[in-house]
Every structure is written in structure tokens, then in C-alpha cells.
């Protein structure tokens, strides 16, 4: 096991004081962090590195993305959400391969690691694929392996993910957990829901799933089922085991107390939302409700990128803005948000704070930079200055996976060049599509 000491950084810690320490240590014994501003007497590090002008803090959490799509980038410009599935996104899913989706998780995983990325939730196709990537990389990853229902699937049906949930649960030592992917209420009949809901009680893992994404999917959930999007997957069980809920934007008051009610851990994606125009999820009432509410990217697709400082930011400046109050999402809560409400709801509660005990999945950024200084105010130079290339290293686990930003488990060279030669090659053709988005 490999012992690390960490000199002269100036730590922001997240833990639940909101300590910030300046000019201190961080000690890791194999993958946990050991001791937190001074090593402990006697500790003999293999390697010591000096993080003079760095900021050390716990690496980001995406904790909903479709990581594969960044073979869509650039692809569904200015669209609303209708034609931007049946027009695009879905003429390209038609055709990927599996091959072509570990090529795009490979370039998804360059990317978030340069960002400073250390886990992330995935919800896609051919996840075997997404899983080989994440184990190469060194991230941790918590994958579903998306379904529509009974039938139009992409590579599998349920019993298939199944499969896959039970082939990589803990794999990488532990650093790849799989739970089930229902992709919506609105894709998903309700007796599959409640099928998927009975599956995943069976095999004790959780759901990640869309949900109340607009105003016209709960309409449409109210005139169908005399339900709303989120009354509809607690009447169906979904809600019984571990749910992570992406996009929650419409959401009446009674559906905000079943998701605190039930422990749904939500996800906003201010990139996503803000782009296609869906609106603001309620985070300061479901944070008020003691809803665990955390963040992510989507997928490239509609974010242009997996960049987790962007959407801590935007997380903060959403809120403002629409409600008018400068003093909502102060302070660090944007960035606990981006890294241990994530964590959390990913299943790694011992991730996201820089404290001894925890796992050693934290960033470095280079704040020798201009837009660095002055540093009066550590929080607000990461939240509001700091920029994604700034991330100088990255650990997982206790090991690096990049330094003085150089990648060090993934060939970016060959990443690049193989994702894109693909992705051209993939809207280059013309296929039939299977499904159509109604809401
Ligand atoms: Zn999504």
C-alpha cells in the first residue's frame, strides 16, 4: 500500500465545520486519508509532494450523466427537448455501437479527470463498456445500464441488465457499484416500473431515473394516470430501494415531501437545464426539506462537457437569479453539493470531505494564476474564479491519475483520434430511429 504525503497546500476541507487550513499536510496510507493539516509523528511517506499555491479539496461527483454522449457533442444545437431526442440524439443512439460507447467513455473519462472528477453516476447503453473505461481510468463509477421497457431497447432488455449489475458489483476493488436504469416515467409504462422496482428490491440496489423534467410530462402523467411523475414512482415501488432522481424540475409541494419523505437523493444539472430551457429545479425548498440534493452534467449532448466547477457555479448563480436573493447557495454549499452530496448519493458516504477516515478521492488546482488572486476568500476563488484546467492533480482511492496535469492511466492521444474519427463516422449515416419522444 502506498503512503503519500501531501506538503504546503492550503486545504478547503468541506468537512461539517467548513474548516479551511493554509500551509498544511494531508497524510494517505493506501486509500484513505489518515491525518488532515499535520502527518501523524513517525509517518514514513513513499512519496512526498509540495502543493505550495495549490488548493487541495475532495474531488467532484457527477452524479448524473450519460458519459458516451460526448460522442454528441456539438450535435443538438438550440433544439427543444422533442426534436432534440427524436431529431438527433436518438438517430445517433440507433446506431452505437458498443465499441463506439467505450470510446466515448474513454474521452468522457480524459475529460473529467482533467476537470477533477473523481466519480460519477452513468445511465447509458452497452455498459460493460462504460464499466471497462471506468476501471481503466482509475474513477469510480456508480452504472445503470439504461431501458425503455418491455421492448425498443438498446443491446438489452431487463433481464440483461440484470446480468450486467451482478458482473461488475464491486468491481475494480470496489470502485464500480451497478444499480438498475429505468429511464423515465414518461419512456416507462408503470407495471414495468413496478417491475423494475421489484427486480431491484431483489438484488438490493438501487434506481437512477429521470423525473418531472417539464411541465408537459406532468401533465401529461395527470391526464394518463391521475398521478405526477413523482406520485407515479412511489405508487409503483420505485421509491422502496435507493433512488437517484435526475432533473426534478417540476415538482408540486407534495411531491417535494414524498422525494424528502422517501430519502430520494436529487440531482440538478444547471448546465442542462439552462441550455434547453426546462427551468429551476427547487433546491432551496428541497434542501430546506433535507433533501440530499446533488449535481451533474448530463450528457455532453446537452452540456457540451463534464465540467463539475461549471455547474457548482451555475448551481449558485441559478438560484440567485431566479429568485432575486443574492444570498441564496452562499458560501461552500454549491461545492458540497458538487462533491459529497454526490458521493452520498452514489453510495460512497466516506467520499467528499478532506477528513482522516475518509477515501483519498481529492483534486489539487494550480492557483498561481492571475485570476487566483487575491485569495481573501478561498470558497468563493474555487466557486466563482477557478476554471476547469486549473485542476492540476487528481487521486482516486489513494492513487494518482494525473499529475501536473499529465493523465496517467488513459492515452489521450489515442483517445482523442479514435472518439472523433467515430462520432463523424456516426452522423454520417442516416438510420431509422425506434422511438419517439412525446413527453
Ligand atoms: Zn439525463
Redesign the pocket.
Known sequence: MTRTLITHADIVTLDSAGTILRNAEVAIDGARIVAVGQAPAGFQADETLDARNHVLMPGFVNA???SPMTFERGWAEDLPLDRWFNERVWVVESQLSDEDVYWGAMLAAAEMIRGGTVAFAD?YFYMDRVAQAAEQAGLRALLAWCVFGEEHNIGVDLPGTVDFVQRWQGAADGRIRTLLGPHSPYMCEPRFLARTAAVAARLGVGIHI?LAESQQQVDNSLARYDRSPVELLEANGIFDVPTIA??CICLSEIDQAILARRGVHVVQ?PNCHMKLGMGVTPVPALLAQGVNVALGT??PASSNDLNMLKEARLAALIQKLHHADPELMAGDLPLRMATQNGARALGWPDSGAIVPGNLADLILLDCDQPHWRPRHDLVANLLHSAQAGDVSHVMVAGRWLMKERRLLTLDQERILWEAERRALKLVGQDLAIVRTYAG
Request: charged letters at 10%; aromatic letters at 0%; a negative charge.
Open positions: 448524473h450523466t450519460h445511465h429521470h435526475a432533473h444539472c448530463d450528457g
